[in-house]
């Protein structure tokens, strides 16, 4: 029949085996040697006559038996030694092992928390190039070029998914401004017409804004500075689903474009806005 496995961890296994050592090291020392001359007792037979009560324990049996109880004190003090510094040892290897495994997990997280930052960048870049171009070419007054507008396109919905599927690595408010951050871009995208060509410095900060948080994401509490500078940037308003569906993102990045614009300290003019030349 084939034997059963012990169940259990290394350190469970190697604690049982250590204890059962112990006491099969204790009894063996307990055992008196075989052939070993056993001392010889009294009769426990009450005795009788005079004299009786003055006699007194052989000075040698009574030297055994306290050498005896000495040797059992000196084994029972090393067995308790040793199994204490077998838990303590058992405590601390736990202990260790599980320090281990947090940091291994925390690196994991780490690591896959900064690929999507990565990722996020990336497809950050890859959208506002196009929305640049299309902005500089309203302002000039430009004929637009269509093959930016679907590389725009194509883009933002990769940074779309690629925000929603990493969800669970970031933060509620990273979600949150990300989100409202891709509106705005997509405003843009959907405007055909500017109130002023500063736009592509508004869409410059806002994807900065968007940037700078995905640091902090992987660098929680860290000085992003000491890596990169943080520029300047604007963080898009607070917004609903409820209210982003009823004024579009359209509407919403106009929202944004005033409040970034007040900011600035700009006065908005009464002049025609700049649209986009398609013809």
Same mark, same amino acid.
């Given at each position: ?27 063996? $020392? %307990?055992?008196?040697?075989?052939? @070993? ?5 009294? +009769?426990?037979?009450? !005795? #009788?006559? &005079? ?57 994991? $997280? %780490?690591?896959?928390?900064?690929? @999507? ?5 990336? +497809?950050?870049?890859? !959208? #506002?190039? &196009? ?57 843009? $995208? ?90």
């Amino acid at each position: 029949m084939a034997q059963r496995q012990v169940e259990g961890s290394p350190g469970s296994r190697l604690l049982v085996a250590a204890l059962a050592g112990l006491v099969a090291a204790g009894l063996a $020392l %307990l055992k008196p040697a075989r052939g @070993a001359p056993v001392p010889e007792v009294p +009769s426990a037979h009450p !005795v #009788t006559g &005079p004299g009786v009560a003055d006699a007194k324990m052989p000075e040698e049996l009574k030297l055994r038996l306290e050498h005896h109880l000495q040797i059992e004190r000196i084994i029972f003090d090393k067995l308790l030694i040793g199994l204490l510094l077998v838990v303590a040892g058992f405590g601390v290897n736990v202990l260790v092992e599980g320090i281990k495994a947090a940091a291994a997990q925390t690196q994991y $997280l %780490l690591d896959k928390r900064l690929d @999507a930052a990565m990722a996020v960048r990336a +497809s950050l870049d890859a !959208v #506002t190039a &196009p929305l640049y171009q299309i902005t500089l070419d309203a302002c000039e007054q430009n004929k637009e070029n269509e093959e930016n507008e679907d590389l725009a396109e194509k883009a933002l919905a990769e940074l779309r998914k690629i925000i929603n599927t990493n969800s669970l690595l970031f933060d509620e408010q990273y979600m949150n401004d990300a989100e409202g951050a891709v509106a705005v871009l997509d405003g843009v $995208l959907g405007q055909d017409c500017y109130a002023r060509c500063d736009v592509t410095e508004f869409i410059e900060q806002v994807s900065q804004y968007l940037t700078d948080e995905s640091r902090q994401q992987v660098m929680p509490g860290g000085n992003a500075a000491v890596i990169a500078p943080r520029g300047k940037s604007f963080k898009p308003l607070a917004w609903t689903p409820e209210g982003l569906r009823s004024m579009k993102t359209s509407g919403y990045m106009n929202k944004n474009y005033e409040a970034w614009r007040t900011r600035q300290g700009s006065v908005p003019e009464p002049t025609e806005p700049i649209c986009r030349v398609t013809k």
